[in-house]
């Protein structure tokens, strides 16, 4: 899945803890938009969707944090039991699409993501087709209700920006791999 469908899910957790305590919604949404990007920097340091994704790992700090939160609800325990919530959601979740490939639409590469727990790569299950695939688009537009109906003002501006990203990114996906190309060969 594209990087705007992980920001706007996190930003929906988000949206779930605001609506049981709307004091703590911001840090929430904070969390849950870092958490939701935050595997993604293994395109940058390592090996994207082993390094930094841990699908089955990152739920047991996820619960620490969420026991913790529960206990001492301050903004920085909420934004640290929503980001570590969301990044495990969006580890996992990658199963549920494409392998890493230029061209995903053509299953030439069936791992999806590494399962440090397992000690081996999940299958590419397909069910959002690929990044940036009209089926993304709709996970993301779907998430990104709750968050716009729930959190006024930037939060608002940025999940609708993010919205607006991510349908140009859709316009675009099958077009860009004979731009990238040269880069990663």
Known sequence: MMAPTHVVVGLALGAAVATVEPSLGTAAAVGGAVGGAAPDVDLFV??????????????????????????APTPLSVAVAVGFLAAAVHSASDALGAGEELRPWERTNRDAVYCHAAGRWLRARYVVPYDGAPR????????????????????????????AGAGVYTALRKRLPKYFEPIVE
Request: charged fraction near 5%; charge should be positive; hydrophobic fraction near 65%.
């Open 136 to 163: 993304d688009f709709l996970v993301t537009a779907a998430f990104a209700v709750p968050v716009v109906l729930v959190f006024p003002g930037s939060i608002r501006w940025l999940t609708l920006a993010l919205v």
């Open 46 to 71: 390592g090996q994207h969707r082993r390094t930094l994704h841990a699908p089955a790992l990152l739920f047991a700090p996820a619960a620490l944090a969420a026991g913790f939160a529960l206990v």
